[in-house]
């Protein structure tokens, strides 16, 4: 029997957790399982952060969780300059992120570029550490991620965000 692993995604003041998140959608709103056709990210602005974690809610047959890579398939469009940032990284790993309400603008340690393609190693940890496991249930770091475009970006990118840990039995 396996881990059961979701993803939780954290909004609001005084943050209120949402499990198992059906979307990781990005627009002018920093709700969970956002409509991008209801809150657009309009051109030369940023979207709302995503603050997300891993969430081990059983161990099932495993004995640990570890190894979390995440990153994106897909275009993030034409027309302009656009960027997914992040603060998850395989080298310099700026340690456990503490949750603040989601803005729309730069956030510090959240400046690098999301992969497109997946990493070669861990790059988003558990308390604190790239090498960091959970034995029980519990949740990872936050993984901090938003995107950014400029004055000529132009509306239609899709893309995928991909989550993938390691199960020890």
Known sequence: M??????AESNGA?????ASITNTNMGSNESVNL???TYPLTPNTRSYAKYQRFNVTAMGGASSVGNLKVWRTGSLGTGGTHAHV???R????GGAATYAT???TAITGADQAMPTSEPGTANLGIAGSLSGTLTAT?????LIHQLTTDASATAGSTSTMNYQYDETA
Not at 14 to 18: A, C, R
């Open 14 to 18: 005084g943050e209120t957790v949402t």
């Open 35 to 37: 409509n991008p056709v």
């Open 90 to 93: 395989t080298t310099s790993y």
């Open 138 to 142: 519990g949740y990872s770091d936050y």
């Open 2 to 7: 396996a881990a059961t692993v979701s993803i």
């Open 86 to 88: 992040t603060n998850a």
């Open 102 to 104: 989601p803005v729309n």
